[in-house]
């Protein structure tokens, strides 16, 4: 494994000063629910679509017929967007789709993929109802529909947009001590003067190991050597203690690996899903969080803003 790692110092002060005065969701993270992550996107479309149906359908619910062929100009849209927004990450991160296609599955991309994603189904949309030439009824629940989808659509781009943490106000975290696979404790405060990627996974996770290899290749890319990466293996998740260290060398993976033995780390760092990638800048201050696989977009955006 890599040996960029800051030795514990034996001090007794705070590593870091993080804001979490609100937990927040951004478009692109994920939901933990038990060892699955949805991404929130997914929940997103499920919630407006489900009102876009609601409120179109009730003004014709005694028409069978056109509430058949409402649903049907409602609902298609849906999985072109799908493709559109997974395919578009060929686009985005297209070397690391190459290396690794498992990121198509996992990866939910970045504001740019959605939109992608949204232009291809819009268009189907607008296709699909030239085409069927529907009654003035079917039009108008349309309308009402599509209405209260961007409607909803917006409070949620909003609310996602602003984040929820008081920037004037920071939390001090008590010290994290980190073990190193030799059982050496380090405390990754020391890596004060450059930003830091902080990545909690575990070898059973199937998007953590996805995105392992991007991060590998983001550290090892000249443009970011000043940046520090810690791969945070959430032990008490894992069946043997090794089983993190295992993985990584078996797929050849040099990342610095850091142990969170006790779960005290994800505890403190409020970590509910796996992965969880955290941003410090140079100074200790978290400038990016997301849960769920990330992409190299989202990363080196998330860098800079660090740097």
Not at 105 to 130: D, E, F, H, K, Q
Not at 213 to 242: C, G, I, W
Request: neutral net charge.
């Amino acid at each position: 494994m890599s040996s960029r790692r800051p030795r514990v110092s034996g001090r007794t002060d705070l590593i870091f000063f993080i804001t979490y005065n609100e937990v927040t969701v951004s478009l692109n993270d994920s939901i933990s629910l038990g060892p699955i992550s949805i991404p929130f996107i997914f929940l997103s479309i499920a919630i407006v679509t489900a009102a876009a149906y609601i409120a179109g359908v009730l003004p014709i619910r005694g028409d069978r017929e056109n509430r058949r062929i409402f649903g049907d100009l409602l609902f298609t849209p849906i999985l072109p967007f799908l493709i559109g927004w997974k395919l578009s990450l060929i686009i985005t991160d297209g070397r690391d789709v190459f290396i690794n296609p498992l990121l198509l599955l996992y990866s939910s991309g970045g504001i740019i993929n959605i939109l992608i994603g949204t232009l291809i189904s819009g268009t189907w949309l607008a296709v699909r109802w030239r085409k069927q030439k529907p009654a003035v009824t079917v039009n108008k629940a349309m309308i009402r529909a599509l209405g209260t989808a961007v409607f909803l659509t917006l409070l949620i781009g909003i609310g996602t947009s602003f984040p929820g943490r008081n920037t004037a106000v920071r939390e001090k975290l008590p010290v994290v001590e980190f073990i190193d696979e030799s059982g050496e404790s380090w405390d990754i405060s020391m890596a004060s003067g450059s930003p830091v990627v902080l990545n909690f996974w575990a070898s059973w996770c199937p998007p953590c190991r996805a995105e392992m290899p991007m991060l590998e290749r983001l550290q090892d890319d000249p443009r970011f050597s000043s940046v520090t990466f810690y791969a945070v293996n959430a032990v008490r998740t894992e069946k043997h203690p090794d089983d993190g260290l295992e993985w990584l060398k078996s797929n050849g993976i040099d990342l610095p690996l850091m142990y969170d033995r006790s779960g005290e780390a994800m505890n403190i760092y409020q970590i509910s899903g796996l992965p969880t990638t955290i941003v410090l800048d140079a100074e200790g201050f978290v400038v990016e969080r997301k849960t769920g696989t990330v992409s190299r977009s989202w990363l080196i955006g998330a860098i800079r803003k660090a740097e």
